[in-house]
C-alpha cells in the first residue's frame, strides 16, 4: 500500500508509538528533552558524514524514526500536568473537608441526577497559586446559580480523587478521566459557590454565545426531541439528549451523524464555497475566499465545543482548502497524516479520545477500501450512483470502525447501510435549513414555516431511526472483544485489503495467518475462562447481587427487583460479555451458599442468622441492625463483607469493629467488588 512507503506515514507512526508507550515508561520532561535532543543530534551525525557512511540511507531513516519516537515521549511527559510542582494533587488530600479555593470554569459537561458538572482548572488553595483540572460538581439540592464559562469562582468543597472500576469489567472512568488529565473531583454546595470574576477569551466567548444560540432555538415551536438532535448537528451538544433517542441511534448505526465531524464540516465548506463563488477568479480574491473559509470552519469547530473530530476535521479541510487555491493535487493521506501530527503535538491526550480515533480510521478506511467497494459496480444513472457512492463510503466507514466500536460498546449495527443512504442526503437538507434557522434566530425572528420544516424532516429522520433501531434481531449486542482480538481483526482486514489490491500467494497466505492467529486467540481465551471458577459480590447501589461462575455459566443471586431486570443491568451484562459468559439461572439470595469451596453466610435487613455455622465468609446486605461484636464471637467468620446496599454509616462501625477483632473487613462502597 503507498501510504506506508510515505515517509511522513513511518514518522507520524513512531511517534504515535512514543505517545502510546509514555504511560509505561513514565518518562520525565527532563530525560525526554535529553532523549529527543540525542536523538536530533544523531539524525545531524548522520546527515554531517553521509558521504562516509556505507549504509547510510537505511542508518538515517532509523534515526528520524528513532528521534520521532523521542519527540512523543516529549510531547506526551511535557502535557502530563501533574509532573507540575504546583499541581494540586501535592497540596489537596482526599475527602478534605472545606478546603477554599479559586477555580476558572472551563467547560460545561453533562448534569447528573444530583449535580451540575463542569470541567474547572484550579487556581488557588487556601491562597496558595496551583493549577490543574478537576471535575466541578454543585449539589442541585440548592436554588441553581447561572454560571457562564470563563467564571473564576470563590469555592468551598470536598475533594474525591478519581478511583478504579468498583466492578469487573466496568468501564475505568476514572482512567478516562486522568488520560484527559483530570485527576479528581470537588463536590460544593451552591451557598459555599461565590463568582468573583471572570476570564475573556475567545473558547470561553464561543462557549457561552453557543449557550445563547440554544436558548434561543429553545424559543422556537422546535418539539423538544427535535430541538436536542439539531443543537446535536449543528452545535456539537448531545447534553440534554434523550438517552432513548441515544439508543436508537446507536442501534441504527446513525450516532456518528450526531457528532460532529467531517461530513459536518465538509457540508459547511461546500456551502461556502457556493456562496463565494460570485466572487472574481483573481488571486487576491481567491486568497480572501482561502482566509473567509477557514476562519469561518474554526469558528465553526470552537462553537462546538474543540472536541477532538471536529479539531481534525477542521484541519484537514483547512488544509484540502489551501490546496485548492494554490491549484495543486492534495495528496489526502498527507493531509490526514500532517493533521494528526499537529494535533497530537498540541494536545497528545487526544489519542485516549474514541471520537478522535474513531474518526481518523473511519476517513483512512474511506480513502482506502471505498475506491475498491466503488470499482465493484459503475452504475450510469446518476441518482443510482448518488446512492451507490453514500453505500460505499459508509460501508468502507463501517468496516474501518467496526473492531473498535466493538470492542468499545460490544454491539454492531446490521442495518448501518440503509439508515445511511436514508439519513445522510435527508442530513445535508436538515442542516442547511438549521444553520439558516440558526442564523435568523441569531438577527431577528424566524420564520415559522421555517421552523416547522425543520421540525418535521427531524421528526422523519427520528422516526425513520426509531424504525430500523426496533429491528432487534439485526442489532448484534453484548459481542465479546478483547484488546489482542482488537489488534489481530485490525491486521486481518489491511492484509485481505492488501489482497485484494493485488492478489498474490504471499499477500493471501498472510491474510489467511491472520485469520487463523485471530481464531487461535479467541479459542484460548475462551478456553481459558472455561477452566476457571470463581465467586463475586458486586457492589450495586440499593440492591445485592452475588454471583458464581463455573466456566462460562454463571449463576445470578439477586433481590427481585434486580433479577426481573439483570438484562438492563449494565454492571452484570459487563460482567458476562467480559468473560465470554452466559446467564444460566437466577435465584434468590439464600441465607446459605456454596461457591467456590467457600461457605458463605448471607445476613439481610432482618438480621436473622443461624449461630451454629462457622462461615468461611459472611456477606452483610440490606443494612440490617446487628451486634456485630457478639455475631463475630458466635460465627467466627473469616472475612465480611459489607456490600453497596447497606447505609456508608453501618458499614463504617461495622469497619471499626472488625479492625478491633484482627477480621478483614471488605467494604464494596470504598474497595470495590470482592472477589473469591
Known amino acids: 500500500m503507498k501510504i506506508l512507503q510515505f515517509p511522513l506515514a513511518k ?10 508507550l509514555f504511560p509505561s515508561l513514565k518518562t520525565t520532561p527532563p530525560i525526554a528533552f535529553i532523549l529527543t535532543v540525542s536523538g536530533f543530534c544523531l539524525v545531524l551525525l548522520c546527515y554531517i558524514f553521509k558521504s562516509k557512511i556505507a549504509f547510510y540511507s537505511s542508518l538515517f531513516g532509523i534515526a528520524v524514526l528513532l528521534n520521532s519516537f523521542f519527540i512523543g515521549l516529549s510531547s506526551a511527559s511535557i502535557h502530563k500536568e501533574n509532573y507540575s510542582t504546583n499541581h494540586f494533587s501535592k497540596y489537596l488530600n482526599e475527602v478534605e473537608n472545606g478546603f477554599n479555593a479559586t477555580i476558572l470554569l472551563t467547560e460545561k459537561l453533562k448534569n447528573t441526577q444530583k449535580n451540575y458538572r463542569y470541567v474547572a482548572e484550579f487556581q488557588s488553595i487556601q491562597k496558595k497559586k496551583v493549577n490543574g483540572k478537576i471535575i466541578f460538581n454543585i449539589t442541585k439540592k440548592e436554588k441553581y446559580i447561572s454560571l457562564p464559562i470563563g467564571s473564576i469562582l470563590f469555592i468551598k468543597g470536598v475533594y474525591y480523587k478519581n478511583k478504579k472500576p468498583f466492578n469487573p469489567n466496568q468501564f475505568d472512568y476514572g482512567n478516562y478521566l486522568e488520560h484527559k488529565e483530570i485527576y479528581g473531583q470537588v463536590y460544593s454546595k451552591t451557598n459555599d459557590v461565590k463568582i ?173 477500501l471505498q475506491p475498491i467497494l466503488k470499482s465493484i459496480w459503475k452504475p450510469k444513472n446518476k441518482i443510482l450512483n448518488y ?74 429522520m427520528n422516526n425513520f431511526i426509531h424504525t430500523i433501531a426496533s429491528f432487534d434481531s439485526f442489532t448484534f449486542q453484548n459481542i465479546p472483544f478483547t484488546k489482542e482480538m482488537l489488534w489481530l481483526f485490525y491486521l486481518m482486514i489491511v492484509t485481505l485489503i492488501f489482497w485484494i489490491k493485488k492478489p498474490n500467494f504471499k499477500r493471501i497466505s498472510l491474510a489467511l495467518m491472520c485469520v ?32 458464581e461462575r463455573i466456566g462460562n455459566n454463571v449463576s445470578l443471586f439477586a433481590n427481585d427487583s434486580i433479577r426481573k431486570n439483570i438484562h438492563e443491568n449494565v454492571t452484570f451484562q459487563s460482567y458476562l460479555v467480559g468473560n465470554f459468559s452466559d446467564l444460566k439461572n437466577k435465584n434468590n439470595i439464600p441465607d446459605l451458599l456454596f461457591i467456590n469451596s467457600k461457605k458463605i453466610v448471607v445476613i439481610d435487613s432482618t438480621g436473622i442468622y443461624n449461630p451454629t455455622i462457622n462461615p468461611d465468609i459472611l456477606i452483610i446486605t440490606q443494612s440490617p441492625k446487628l451486634n456485630l461484636e457478639r455475631l463475630l464471637l458466635t460465627l467466627k467468620p473469616k472475612v465480611i463483607i459489607a456490600d453497596g446496599s447497606n447505609f456508608k454509616t453501618y458499614s463504617k462501625r461495622w469497619e471499626e469493629t472488625c479492625r478491633k477483632q484482627k477480621i478483614p473487613f471488605h467494604n464494596t462502597h470504598e474497595k470495590g467488588f470482592y472477589k473469591f
Open 11 to 20: 514518522i507520524t507512526l513512531w511517534f504515535v508509538f512514543g505517545i502510546l
Open 387 to 460: 446512492f451507490w457512492d453514500i453505500i460505499t463510503v459508509s460501508t468502507a466507514a463501517q468496516i474501518g470502525v467496526m473492531p473498535l466500536s466493538i470492542y468499545y460498546f460490544h454491539q454492531f449495527p446490521g442495518l448501518f447501510f440503509l439508515t445511511n443512504m436514508i439519513v445522510l442526503p435527508l442530513l445535508s437538507v436538515i442542516m442547511a435549513i438549521g444553520i439558516l434557522v440558526l442564523v435568523l434566530s441569531v438577527i431577528g425572528t424566524v420564520p415559522h414555516f421555517l421552523v416547522q420544516i425543520l421540525d418535521l424532516l427531524l421528526k422523519i
Open 196 to 368: 468573583i470574576g471572570s476570564q475573556n477569551s475567545l473558547r470561553y466567548y464561543f462557549s457561552n454565545y453557543r449557550e445563547k444560540l440554544i436558548t434561543n432555538l429553545k424559543k422556537t415551536s422546535l418539539s423538544e426531541n427535535s430541538l436536542t438532535v439539531v443543537v446535536a448537528l449543528l452545535l456539537g451538544q448531545k447534553h440534554d439528549m434523550s438517552p432513548v433517542i441515544m439508543k436508537e441511534y446507536q442501534a441504527a448505526g446513525a450516532v456518528h451523524i450526531l457528532a460532529v465531524s467531517g461530513l459536518h464540516v465538509g457540508i459547511i465548506m461546500y456551502f461556502l464555497l457556493f456562496l463565494l463563488k460570485p466572487m472574481p477568479n483573481t488571486k487576491r480574491a481567491n486568497w480572501i475566499k482561502v482566509i473567509l473559509i477557514i476562519l469561518t470552519l474554526w469558528a465553526f469547530a470552537l462553537l462546538a465545543g474543540l472536541s477532538p473530530s471536529i479539531v481534525r476535521s477542521a484541519t484537514m479541510f483547512s488544509f484540502l482548502t489551501v490546496g485548492m487555491n494554490i491549484k495543486r493535487t492534495v495528496n489526502i493521506y498527507h493531509t490526514l497524516l500532517v493533521s494528526m501530527l499537529l494535533i497530537l503535538l498540541i494536545s497528545p491526550s487526544f489519542i485516549y479520545d474514541i471520537g478522535f480515533q474513531l474518526s481518523y480510521l473511519a476517513v483512512f478506511f474511506i480513502l482506502l
Open 516 to 547: 487463523i492467529l485471530l481464531q487461535v486467540v479467541f479459542i484460548y481465551q475462551k478456553k481459558e475462562v472455561n477452566k476457571s471458577a470463581e465467586g463475586i459480590v458486586f457492589n450495586q447501589k440499593k440492591g445485592s447481587i452475588i454471583s
